[in-house]
């Protein structure tokens, strides 16, 4: 504190206090920062009509190829902004929940989460209704297995982007005989293998290994695999929770095994052929990204437009052969036979019923809000300890 | 007139940072104070209750955390100095014509994301790198040891990424520093060590002081290098704060720890510059009696 500011103490608590007053009266005049959502069941339903103008669309990093997007402009004379900007599921929502709570959407008019986000999203009324009758083409085309999940029965407000599985991600030259979750906890692995700091990834595989059903899983049945998790780690056993840079640490061998997503192997295989994903014993967990309109769209015309666009099975072939995750449009296997024998060969992208059998799909903890963040909060103390 | 206006001169030149303060420091705070004492969840809506409980819950809870984020950052803020001392000495005394070139490459790595320059060294330290070898031929990590995910990878990361903001205060004040008071003091028969223990030191204290401040303060809340160089048991309490706001939601919980860090990092900066201010370094009472 500089000498000026000693000698007048006085003086600067007063222009303190005129800060603080007026902190006050722009906090009175701005609301609370955090008002409630409104309920679901009330949401609205975005407008169908004439498409045109411009439209927003945030989506994940590479997970659309370099034509579409352009290709879908001049066939329909609507200027696309595409945004890569959703890194994760709760980054992006804490990043658009404060504009969400008050019926903006940011200029967005689609938005691509997970199941359970847009199941979180819907159930705080951030999101729209979609107008069936604008989604025609859609329904027509969306692969049976995805026309009623659980989460929005005969979708109501979510159509599938791209889908994938969470499994084993291995170094078949390095751990050649990790084939189930349980061999993750091999002592002969300490330290050489990472899990997924996902709560909704991680856990149920883990429960699945232990002859759980995520399905109808307790809360205490969540707390078990979330201690099973604790102990390894606790063990040194495992070496760390990551996001998706745990395809680094395979590539360099400083891991052996992970618990990864199918999309990434596919993609890291490239570089390196002795990284694989493995389908886990007991069967992996199976999750989609989902298109949805949120509240305050500006042009859900356009919206509904690009849905359409992307169901046609000629179109969805150009972005799967470029994402190679599990594409939930009917009829894209036979046209990539044509281009591209060997990806339409592969489990990874077009799954048999056998390679999915003892899959789940993704499940967040049971109960009412306070025992889900009883889950969540355990959850954190693990991999954040 | 012309007496007013000159008294109001000042409050006009204070204007647009107070402004800025207010608007940017203090309705965030007011903000971040009332949601820390709320109850609530995010379907239901947040309401203000008075929970002065969230705070002793937080702490409680991650006391842990709270801990390793100090010993983290402290230990790096010595290695800075310790490191940022000689270093800044050399540039500002010994490196001739060299020295622009040598203070350009304390800033460069500041053209690269800090984001990058973390990851980097995830290479580096990586478990076959020639760097953890030769740790290992040295016996410093055992033979089945590793660097990455430990502790001293966080804190060789925290080193590295706040080491210009020590260099470069240290070598404002050394640079200014008067050459005729270090020849006055071997004039006077004191020897190299004392001169630097007795003239050099105390002289340059505010930029010890200043480079202290701009390390250790960030170094305490920085998440980075915990996730990408740290391991099952390496988090700090930036770790905490972002997972309780993104990951579960609990708003008011990280308010909570946000504000208490806040607190301690007050109060352990007020008790540092209290202890090891200026005066106090510089000796003056001592010359007094």
């Known amino acids: 504190m500089s000498e000026r500011n000693k000698k007048n103490p006085g003086k600067l608590f007063l222009l303190s206090l005129a800060g603080l007053a007026a902190s006050l009266a722009i906090a009175a005049c701005g609301g609370g920062g955090i008002s409630e959502g409104t309920d679901s069941s009330e949401a609205p339903t975005a407008a169908a009509g004439n498409a045109s103008g411009t439209l927003n669309i945030s989506n994940w990093p590479l997970y659309i190829d370099e034509e579409t997007i352009s290709d879908f402009e001049k066939e329909s004379g609507i200027k696309v902004n595409y945004t890569e900007d959703v890194n994760s599921n709760t980054d992006f929502f804490g990043k658009v929940q404060p504009l969400l709570a008050n019926g903006d959407s940011g200029g967005r008019s689609i938005l691509t989460v997970t199941d359970w986000m847009s199941q979180k999203m819907w159930d705080l009324g951030y999101l729209q209704k979609l107008d069936p009758n604008a989604l025609e083409p859609i329904f027509d085309n969306l692969i049976p297995s995805l026309q009623d999940p659980a989460f929005d029965p005969g979708r109501t407000y979510s159509i599938p982007w791209q889908s994938g599985m969470t499994g084993l991600v291995v170094r078949t030259d390095l751990a050649p005989d990790i084939k189930s979750i349980n061999d993750l906890f091999d002592p002969a692995y300490k330290g050489k293998i990472t899990m997924l700091d996902e709560l909704r990834d991680t856990v149920p595989l883990v429960m699945k290994a232990d002859g759980i059903d995520p399905v109808n899983a307790s809360t205490q049945d969540w707390l078990d695999a979330i201690d099973k998790i604790k102990q390894a780690k606790n063990d040194g056993q495992i070496r760390r929770f990551t996001g998706n840079d745990y395809v680094q640490d395979l590539a360099k061998g400083d891991v052996v095994a992970a618990v990864g997503w199918s999309g990434d192997a596919v993609q890291a295989q490239a570089d390196n052929e002795n990284i694989e994903y493995i389908q886990p014993e007991q069967g992996c967990m199976i999750w989609s990204d989902n298109m949805s309109i949120p509240l305050g769209a500006p042009n859900s015309p356009a919206a509904y437009e690009f849905m359409n666009y992307v169901y046609e099975p000629a179109n969805q072939a150009q972005i799967v052969e470029y994402v190679n995750y599990i594409t939930p449009v009917s009829g894209v296997k036979e046209i990539l036979a044509k281009q591209d024998p060997a990806l339409a060969e592969s489990e990874l992208i077009f799954p048999s019923e056998e390679f999915l059998a003892d899959c789940t799909n993704q499940v967040s903890p049971p109960g009412d809000e306070a025992a889900k963040r009883e889950v969540e909060n355990a959850w954190v103390a693990v991999t954040k300890g | ?289």
């Open chain 2, 1 to 289: 007139m012309t007496t007013l206006r000159q008294r109001l001169v000042p409050y006009a030149l204070l204007a647009p940072g107070l402004l800025w303060l207010t608007l940017f420091f203090v309705v965030p705070m007011y903000f971040m104070g009332e949601l820390s004492l709320k109850t609530g969840s995010l379907a239901d809506g947040f309401q203000l209750t008075w929970a002065f409980e969230n705070y002793t819950n937080a702490i409680s809870n991650y006391s842990t955390q709270f801990g390793r984020a100090f010993l983290y950052a402290g230990v790096a803020t010595v290695l800075c100095l310790l490191l940022g001392y000689p270093l800044a000495y050399a540039i500002a005394f010994k490196a001739g014509r060299w020295q622009n070139l040598m203070l350009f490459a304390v800033i460069a790595p500041f053209f690269t994301t800090y984001l990058i320059r973390t990851i980097a060294w995830k290479t580096i330290l990586e478990d076959n790198s020639p760097v953890v070898d030769v740790l290992k031929f040295l016996h410093i990590v055992p033979q089945d040891g590793r660097v990455l995910a430990t502790a001293g990878a966080v804190i060789a990361g925290l080193t590295y990424n706040f080491l210009p903001f020590m260099v470069l205060p240290l070598y404002a004040s050394l640079e200014r520093l008067d050459l005729r008071l270090l020849e006055a003091s071997r004039d006077l028969y004191a020897s190299a060590r004392q001169t630097f223990l007795k003239v050099t030191l105390p002289l340059t204290a505010p930029g010890i002081i200043a480079g202290v401040l701009l390390t250790f303060i960030p170094a305490a809340g920085d998440y980075v290098n915990a996730t990408f160089l740290g391991g099952t048991n390496q988090s700090m309490i930036g770790n905490v704060i972002q997972a309780q706001y993104l990951v579960v939601n609990d708003y008011p919980t990280a308010a909570a720890l946000s504000f208490t860090l806040l607190v301690i990092i007050l109060i352990a900066v007020l008790l540092y510059i209290r202890f090891a201010g200026t005066e106090a370094l510089m000796g003056e009472e001592e010359e007094v009696r």
